[in-house]
């Protein structure tokens, strides 16, 4: 079956596809994209398609093995760990820079982002929430006057998309952002930029702590889903134990 791109770029429209795939979890964990089949299916030649697999590489989300080609990356604690240390020394540094020169067309924008990511947590959905996540930051730091931090961090932001949807899988997790979120905007519209900085590296680092539950548990299940369970049969007696055949009387 052929897949209809957009009027757009082709290794770009073929990106946005592939991307959403794997962060809806079409494409597990260890799941090798061929180019080859991927071609096939959107209707255009190896060149575009492998273009979006490098873009992906470059996401994390995919990875570029010898003889095997593109296989589908899995979460991993030390990934999880570099990009949310570099977060949390990046994001409320350009918060605080950000702050003093927020306008109202600004807090529209943030206002509007955050309405946005609260409709989706009423309506229970999580596809998109990575998405209007990294609108809500990105929007806090539009003001900022660092623009090598503001590129770096929404690289950030896309990469660790796939983590933001593992973490907001529960009800609770999604009500918590919206809380937090909201705290945010109170205070920046306080203009109080070092309790905005304090009150956003905690919420990155909750982000960071429930990620690593979530990790850990789906470990704890892998393993023992893998783990054989061993079935004792004939085994023998310990010497003494009173469990031994018992002997015929003649």
Do not use: W
Request: proline residues 4%; positive net charge.
């Amino acid at each position: 079956m052929r897949i209809s791109l957009p009027h757009r770029t082709l290794s770009a429209a073929i990106t946005d596809r592939l991307r959403s795939a794997i962060l809806d979890g079409e494409h597990a964990a260890g799941a090798q994209l061929r180019q080859d089949v991927l071609a096939e299916a959107f209707g255009v030649s190896r060149i575009p398609v492998r273009e979006a697999l490098f873009q992906l590489e470059a996401e994390g989300l995919v990875q570029m093995v010898p003889h095997k080609g593109a296989l589908v990356t899995g979460l991993s604690k030390e990934e999880v760990d570099d990009v949310f240390d570099l977060r949390v020394m990046l994001e409320p540094r350009l918060l605080r820079d950000a702050i003093p020169r927020l306008t109202d067309a600004d807090f529209l924008r943030i206002e509007g982002a955050q309405r946005a990511f609260e409709a989706m947590v009423a309506s229970g959905g999580i596809a998109g929430s990575g998405t209007l996540n990294a609108e809500f930051h990105m929007a806090l730091y539009a003001a900022a006057r660092l623009p090598k931090s503001v590129s770096i961090v929404a690289g950030l932001l896309q990469t660790s998309e796939r983590y933001t949807r593992l973490q907001l899988s529960s009800s609770r997790a999604f009500a918590k952002a919206a809380r937090e979120h909201r705290e945010l905007l109170a205070a920046c519209r306080a203009g109080d930029a070092r309790s905005a900085g304090d009150l956003l590296a905690a919420h990155i680092e909750g982000v960071r702590a429930d990620l690593a539950a979530v990790l850990r548990r789906t470990s704890g299940i892998a393993a023992a889903v893998e783990r054989p369970v061993a079935i004792r049969t004939h085994e023998k007696p310990a010497p003494g134990s009173g469990h031994g055949p018992r002997s015929r009387r003649s």
